[in-house]
């Protein structure tokens, strides 16, 4: 049983309790709740990468997924950034305000890694000047493909004027991040956003995990993140714990 209270609208959670599952995706479940403004997201140690191409389990993955983003989702909200976390409900479920959610990923890069040095060249590990905010359509059938404000609208998946809020948003959370993840000898490379509508506001949704996040080791470059699954790096289950302890700030 879990009593809480929601700092900006005084959500009353007592006893809250799923009901209808409402979706299932890759790494997580979300549910419905009695109260229609509210669900509960389930991280599972389920794991996928280059588009359901290869699949497996980490082992406790989603208690550290759960509890690495209740962590950062709170820190993000005493910084005056508006996310969907009501609260931590247990080790495995995020108790969640409900969001339409918008249909575009934001992509905030600091170091190339990933698809950047793949698509355009770059040497991994060059640090850009200047973050580098994409947008991905969130559309699995399509692969997730790269896209800029045009598309987005002319799909109608987001106003101009969304976008530039996605945009704004992004940067002033990398912001946040870096500093959070340098404080704790990490660096972040880079990571993605889902955000969504809810009462005529836009908030910040989904999750950040080392499943969304590349981290690298701040003195030795070490990959800690999903990029140990995706290429068989090994260590994968030690090095998700070992982010988890670094950012709930444990020993
Ligand atoms: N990312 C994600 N979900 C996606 C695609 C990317 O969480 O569907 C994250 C990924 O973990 C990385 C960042 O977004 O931290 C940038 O990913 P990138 O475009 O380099 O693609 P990837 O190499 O992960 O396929």
Redesign the pocket.
């Known amino acids: 049983m879990v009593i809480g209270c929601d700092s900006h609208s005084k959500i009353k959670t007592f006893n809250m309790k799923k009901t209808t599952q409402l979706y299932e995706g890759k790494a997580k479940k979300v549910f419905l709740t009695d109260d229609s403004n509210l669900v509960i997201q389930e991280f599972k140690d389920d794991a996928t990468?280059?588009?359901n191409k290869k699949k497996g389990t980490i082992a406790e993955k989603g208690i550290v997924n759960n509890a690495v983003s209740c962590k950062l989702f709170a820190m993000l909200e005493e910084n005056g950034i508006r996310t969907h976390l009501v609260e931590k409900l247990s080790d495995r479920e995020m108790l969640c305000r409900r969001l339409d959610i918008i249909k575009v990923?934001v992509?905030v890069?600091n170091i190339a890694?990933?698809?950047?040095?793949?698509r355009y060249g770059f040497a991994e590990g060059t640090v850009l000047e200047r973050p580098i905010v994409?947008f991905?359509l969130?559309d699995d059938d399509l692969d997730?493909p790269?896209m800029n404000e045009f598309h987005a609208v002319a799909l109608g998946v987001a106003t101009l004027e969304e976008l530039a809020v996605l945009k704004q948003r992004a940067e002033a959370i990398n912001a946040l991040l870096r500093k959070f993840f340098a404080e704790r000898k990490l660096k972040l490379?880079?990571?993605?956003l889902e955000f969504g509508r809810h009462n005529n506001e836009i908030l910040l949704g989904d999750e950040i995990s080392p499943?969304?996040?590349?981290f690298w080791d701040l003195e030795t470059n070490e990959k800690m993140?999903?990029?140990r699954f995706?290429f068989d790096l090994g260590s994968v289950e030690d090095a998700y714990s070992e982010v988890q302890r670094r950012v709930l700030d444990l020993d």
């Open positions: 990468a280059f588009n990923e992509v890069r890694a990933g698809s950047l040095v793949k994409e991905y969130k997730d790269l490379v880079d990571f993605k499943d969304t996040c590349r993140d999903k990029d995706r």
